[in-house]
C-alpha cells in the first residue's frame, strides 16, 4: 500500500514563495489522480490543483497563475511550487493520490482518494 510523505511548509511573508514535496513510498505513474488539497482552522477541505490520466492538471481559481503542480515519475515525487502568496493561502496542505481506476472519477474532488498524506502546515504573515 503506497504512503505519501509531505514537506516544505513553514512560515512566510506575503509575496513569499514555498514548495512543497509529497514523497510516495511506491510507484506514482499508475494513479489515475493525483492532487494537492488544502484545509484551513474552521474551513472545509477545498481543492488547489489535480492531475488526471488524461494529462490535464487543474488549479483552483484562487490559486491559477500563482501555483504550479508537478511530479518526477522517476523519484515517485509531486509537487506543488507557490508562489506570490497570500496570508490566505493559510493552511494544513495534503497531497493525495487514487491508487484504484474507475470510470467517471472526477479527479477535483476529495471523495475520488484513497491515500493520504499526513498534511504540512502553510502560514502566510
Known amino acids: 500500500h503506497v504512503q505519501l510523505v509531505e514537506s516544505g511548509g513553514g512560515s512566510v511573508q506575503p509575496g513569499g514563495s514555498l514548495r512543497l514535496s509529497c514523497a510516495a513510498s511506491?510507484?506514482?505513474?499508475?494513479?489515475?489522480?493525483l492532487a494537492w488539497f488544502r484545509q484551513a482552522p474552521g474551513k472545509e477541505r477545498e481543492g488547489v490543483a489535480s492531475?488526471?490520466?488524461?494529462?490535464?492538471?487543474i488549479y483552483a481559481d484562487s490559486v491559477k497563475g500563482r501555483f504550479t503542480m508537478s511530479q518526477d515519475n522517476a523519484k515517485n515525487t509531486m509537487f506543488l511550487q507557490m508562489n506570490s502568496l497570500k496570508p490566505e493561502d493559510t493552511a494544513m496542505y495534503y497531497c493525495?493520490?487514487?491508487?484504484?481506476?474507475?470510470?467517471?472519477?472526477?479527479?477535483?474532488?476529495?471523495?475520488?482518494?484513497?491515500?493520504w498524506g499526513q498534511g504540512t502546515q502553510v502560514t502566510v504573515s
Open positions: 511506491g510507484r506514482i505513474y499508475s494513479s489515475q489522480c
Open positions: 493525495a493520490l487514487r491508487s484504484t481506476w474507475a470510470f467517471g472519477v472526477d479527479c477535483r474532488s476529495d471523495n475520488e482518494y484513497n491515500v
Open positions: 492531475f488526471g490520466n488524461d494529462g490535464r492538471t
